[in-house]
Nanobody
Framework: QVQLLESGGGLVQAGGSLRLSCAAS????????MGWYRQAPGKQRELVAS???????NYADSVKGRFTISRDNAKNMVYLQMNSLKPEDTAVYYC???????????????WGQGTQVTVSS
């Protein structure tokens, strides 16, 4: 079993910054893609940013130039640095990872519990 534990969410003023962290735990053999998703009330969950095992990154158009995703493979962690935050960024943010466990032949997708990010105007 894999658990994704998130931290760093909270309340911030527009124009401010926030850094989200997500740690994966378990008998992990390897982690492939990792990413951050968000879901605002009444809207579909959307991909914010993703990063591959080779550290190739992908961003939603709405956050390009403002957010940066990174990972620490030794710690099995992924981060999301959010700068120049806007009220439109307010949402529940979810950590996601494709993880292969020891003794397993394939990877499986896992989700974190979600953390609230609120940007006030």
């Amino acid at each position: 079993q894999v658990q994704l534990l998130e931290s760093g969410g909270g309340l911030v003023q527009a124009g401010g910054s926030l850094r989200l962290s997500c740690a994966a735990s378990g008998r992990i053999f390897s982690i492939n893609d990792m990413g951050w998703y968000r879901q605002a009330p009444g809207k579909q969950r959307e991909l914010v940013a993703s990063i591959s095992s080779g550290e190739r990154t992908n961003y939603a158009d709405s956050v390009k130039g403002r957010f940066t995703i990174s990972r620490d493979n030794a710690k099995n962690m992924v981060y999301l640095q959010m700068n120049s935050l806007k009220p439109e960024d307010t949402a529940v943010y979810y950590c996601n990872a494709d993880v292969r466990l020891y003794r397993y032949t394939t990877s499986k997708n896992y989700w974190g519990q979600g953390t609230q990010v609120t940007v006030s105007s």
